[in-house]
Structure formats: C-alpha cells, structure tokens
C-alpha cells in the first residue's frame, strides 16, 4: 500500500459519498500554498512532472518531516508516524531495511504465486455462487482475498480477520477513531507483531518474517522496534490497498462501466490493461483526508517554476497526477483497455515506491478476470449513491456492496 502519511480530515459527515472515480474538479496546476488542518503550511503539487520531481528528488525527504524543528502534521496519531519506520528514513538506511523485505515482493517472487491466488478467488467465487442471491461482495470477495494472500505470505494462518480489520481501521484512522483509541489499538497491534517475531524465532519457516529475521540478523543493525514496525506495517499494506482498489473498481464496472465486464471476461491481458488503468484514475482516497505524499525540503527547491524554502511540508497529489490533462487526455469510459501512456503514482516513485505494487497487481487483475469470467451477469441491487462507505480514514472503500447475477 502506497497512502503515506497524510493530514486529517475536516469532519466524516454522514451526507452521501460520490464514488472515487467520478470527475475530479480540481486542476492540475503549479505548486500553491494551503495549510493542514494542524495550521501547517503546506505546498500543494498536483502536476503530473511536479508529483514526480517530488517524489524522486532527494532534497525533498521523509524523514525531516520528523526532525526536531518539524511541525506537527496530524491531529491524531497513526501508524505511519514512526520516525523510525522503513517509510520515514531516508538514504541508506532505508534502502538497507527496504532490502530485508523486497525480494519476496519482485515481479518474479509474486510470479510463483499467482496460481495459489488464481484458486483463492476461484474458492471465493464458489462461495458466492453457493450462498445465493444477493450477495454483499465486499465480505464475500474483496475483503477476504487479500487477508488470505498476505495472510499466507507472512504465514498467518490464524489471523483474525475481525481483529486485523480494527486494527487497521484504527492505524489509518483520520477522523474515525479518537487519539487514545488508536494509542490502544496500535498497542494491541504491536503486541501481536512481537507475538508473530517471537514465535518465528522459536520455530522459523517459509514465511515472509522468517525471511525478515534472517536478514535482520545478517544486517546486524535492525532495532526489535523496526521488525515489529515492519510486520505489522506489512500485514495493514498487504490487504489495505487491494481490498481499497478492488472493492472502488466493482463500483465502476458494475455501474458506470457496465459495459466493460464482458471484455474483462475475455483474457488476463485485457484484466491486466484495464488494471493499471483503474489504479490510475480511481483514487485510493479523499482528498479532504489525503491531500498527498508527504515530503519536507532539506534545501531551497525550484518545483514547476515556484521556489519552495528550505523546510517547508510538501504534498504530492498522486490522484491529480494521474488525471493531469496535458498527460492523460482519455478517461476511463475510453481508455479502459489502453496502455497507459505515462507512469501512473498510485503507488508513489522514487525510492519509497510501494513494495508491493506487483503483488497488489497480481490480485488485482486475476480477481476482476475471474470474477467476471464466472459471473458475467453481476450487478450491483442498489444505486452506487446508497453505498455505506468507509468514512474518516486515509482509504476510502464501500463497507458493503450488495450484487446479483
């Protein structure tokens, strides 16, 4: 999962949500000044070469987001703010935890699973089709795929489902859960990840943390708190974002891009093409909670013509990125099935580019193939304006969808 760190939002509200992929009205447009809601100034980039010179430049960093002078950024605490996390060092030290965990997560690694995978969903859609009409898909399909990928991977065979669900509610909480809820579930979270580091050590496997530890004791200079960190920030990424993109991908295919199931029944390429390009255009969030990657500049740096200080907190709008009409003239009613004609940032770039992209894609593209291979009548049984929708974290995703075939 790629949603760094990111302000809070102004309020969950209980109006109705439009869907992700419906038009965005902001512009792309050069770096402007806004403030988080903690009072923190803030330059906005939204511009597709803007968004990548943010992310690849390394005079704009993670870690002086953290520094001692920094100024505070969120309201409530989440499981992204460790100044100590692989995702907010820069430079060698992070390229040195960064490698304790990226071979498992090489296109060739995630290669050798696809066809576990291919059965999960196969089994996932058995069960739906044994439970009958209507179904709710999320609980049935996009929530348990991934759980039980990454559930596998780090070889957590009684993970509980309901339990990984508060725990990562809370740890991407903005505005959902109160500071001391989160304190305590991110405890509990962290209690578990010793649990897991503890009985690997005793009797070490196959699994994604037995490789962890091997490399931590090679390395020699990995703290206990960054394994924990990192086993826990590795369970909440493995399943957030697929379960995010896929569940906001059914709600266009099966409404406003209805048309387009029938194709992706046709091949793997096709599921493939339409993959990227959804992970493009849909967000993974709300702007109002996620304005962005954020970077602080350790020196003066020109960005799209406006001279950003030393200092300053800098969001990379990934979502504007991706819909920059000087880069990406189609959208998705036209382009569904085009080879993206520019690097789409849904997983960031540079050096702090999501591990597990490839991983996130794989599920991606085989779970929209098969499903709509197995069941090419689904439809969604209420408007997508009636959809119960995730509210105040840094994701946004249906809580249920409802469908009939």
Known sequence: MSAENSATGAGT??????????????????????????????????????VRQVLTDPRLGRAPLYAPDAPPLTNAPNLLDDPNSMLNIDGTEHQRLRRTVQRAFTPRAIARWRPWVASVIEGLIDELIDHGNPADIVAGYTRPLPVAVISRLMGLDNLDSKR???????????????????????????EFGSAVIAERRADPGEDLVSSLLVAAAEDGSITEGQLVTLVIGLVVAGHETTMTSLGNALVYLLGDGRDAWQRLA?????????????????????????????????????????????????????????????????????????????????????????????LARMELELALHRLARRLPSLRLTDPAGSIDWRRGLLTRSPNSLQVAW
Request: aromatic share 6%; hydrophobic share 45%; net charge negative.
């Open 266 to 358: 046709a091949d793997e390429a096709s599921a493939a093409a339409a993959t990227e390009q959804l992970l493009r255009a849909v967000p993974l969030g709300d702007t109002d909670y996620f304005p962005g990657l954020l970077r602080r500049t350790v020196e003066e740096v020109e960005i799209g013509g406006v001279v950003i200080p030393a200092g300053s907190v800098v969001a990379a709008d990934t979502s504007a990125a991706n819909m920059d009409p000087e880069v990406f003239t189609g959208d998705l009613l036209t382009e569904l099935f085009s080879p993206l004609v520019a690097p789409m940032y849904t997983f960031g770039a540079g050096p702090h580019h999501c591990l597990g992209a490839w």
């Open 164 to 190: 990984l669900a508060h725990w990562s509610d809370h740890a991407l909480s903005t505005t959902a859960h109160s500071a001391e809820a989160i304190v305590t579930a991110m405890g509990e979270f962290a």
């Open 13 to 50: 509200g209980t109006a109705p949500l439009t869907p992700l992929h419906c038009p965005r009205h902001a512009e792309a447009g050069p770096p402007r000044l806004s403030a988080l809601p903690t009072g923190t100034p803030v330059w906005l980039v939204s511009r597709h070469a803007d």
